[in-house]
């Protein structure tokens, strides 16, 4: 779900009280990242515990995913897919992953 | 308890990497639904909410004087109820300087009135927006830009729950990030009771509390397990509830991970233990009836 920027070309243009007219989804906070989580979809449990905890609503339930799944026990359930659009790259989903199959790899410039 | 699926809280907020109080909203908004109109007075989520014309919240927020969170949303249900609307729930969502300082007085007196509204102080324990000045959350011997290393803040935390205990609302709770069902359990009681409700959430914050930014859920948990911030429930003012009581750990384990009490000595550690071991104590007495 992309969003366009709000541009106000003239005085005119602008609304008669500060009210909000969209949303920041139009702010990609990806940028800010030096380190990207990487998860390996071969060792993840799904248990969604790195989705529970981003504070960025960047980790996203993936209903029927195709991802690889370490079991086919698994691999009905929802997986989380990182946004990178939004993700800061704080880590807390790679610190707080049971089984640690999130890494956090520097970004390249 | 479970999470909602449904995300409320856009992305793209400017909160800083690894913040509390940006979960603790997505939490809240998750637990009280679309049906919510927030209050805000200045604080880091008058930032975190997105510059002029974007809003990263999903409902409406009504931006408000610091000193004015809580008269406004008893204001804001007022309005609502004067036009039947009686569905609407109405939260003021302000920070610890919004609340223990700033905000109190409007606070008490809306909570004398009894106004229906939920009001949620999220404590990162300073000023942390303006540049992490002391606040009266700032607990014993913290360092922060006003109160430095060779002069750490010398006072104890202010003990908000106590004072609002003490206007008998009909219901207190305390809660943080690391638990999250048990937050969404309390948001929830909270939006099905009449009256003013007040939720202290515990919000770790990395910039101001010198803490690694993947650490803020550990900190948050330690919190709790250390008992340095028991989380509790209590009903009219007096019926005390300890809701999760996990296995202790000794405080140091929490002041270890956190830049802002690095200066601090063993003997103050255990200073500060004996402090939380006492009022454990007087907390379990109360629990007792």
Excluded at chain 2, 58 to 86: C, D, R, W, Y
Excluded at chain 2, 192 to 216: A, M, V
């Amino acid at each position: 779900m992309k969003e366009k920027k709000i541009k106000f070309n003239k005085i005119g243009d602008l609304p008669y009280l500060t009210v909000s007219l969209g949303t920041t989804r139009v702010n990609l906070t990806g940028q800010w990242r030096s380190f990207r989580p990487v998860i390996d979809y071969q060792k993840c449990t799904r248990c969604m515990i790195c989705w529970k905890f981003c504070p960025d609503v960047s980790v996203i339930k993936e209903p029927n995913s195709k991802k690889a799944a370490p079991s086919e026990k698994i691999a009905h359930l929802p997986a989380p897919v990182i946004n990178y659009d939004f993700c800061k790259g704080c880590g807390i989903c790679a610190e707080e992953c049971p089984v640690k199959c999130i890494e956090m790899k520097p970004e390249k410039k | 308890m479970k999470i909602s699926d449904e995300e409320i809280l856009n992305p793209g907020h400017v909160a800083c990497p690894g913040c509390g109080a940006a979960l603790s909203m997505r939490f809240a908004l998750k637990a009280l639904g679309r049906d919510t109109i927030l209050v805000i007075p200045a604080c880091c989520w008058s930032v975190i909410d997105g510059p002029f014309p974007y809003s990263s919240a999903g409902i409406p927020v009504f931006h408000m004087a610091f000193e004015a969170a809580a008269s406004t949303a008893a204001g804001v249900k007022a309005g609502l109820l004067a036009q039947g609307n009686t569905h609407t729930s109405v939260v003021a969502w302000a920070g610890d300087g919004g609340t223990f300082d700033i905000g109190i007085q409007a606070l008490s007196g809306t909570a004398e009135r009894n106004a229906d509204i939920i009001y949620v102080c999220y404590d990162n324990e300073a000023y942390q927006n303006t540049g992490i000045q002391r606040s009266s959350a700032t607990p014993y011997l913290a360092w922060t830009t006003t109160t430095p290393v060779k002069f750490p803040k010398q006072e104890q935390k202010k003990d908000i729950v106590e004072i609002m205990a003490a206007h008998r609302i009909p219901y207190i709770a305390t809660a943080t990030v690391a638990f999250p069902e048990d937050l969404t359990k309390k948001f929830i009681k909270a939006k099905s009771i009449k009256g003013t409700k007040f939720i202290h959430l515990l919000s770790p914050c990395p910039p101001g509390w010198k803490s690694k930014d993947q650490d803020s859920i550990k900190i948050s948990r330690l919190a709790v397990k250390s008992r340095v911030f028991p989380l509790i429930e209590i009903e009219n003012g007096e019926k005390y509830k300890i809701t999760v009581n996990p296995k202790p750990v000794a405080v140091k384990d929490y002041i270890r991970l956190q830049g802002r009490f690095r200066h601090i000595s063993d003997e103050n550690i255990e200073q500060i233990q004996k402090n939380v071991d006492r009022n454990w104590e007087k907390l379990l007495k109360k629990t007792e009836g």
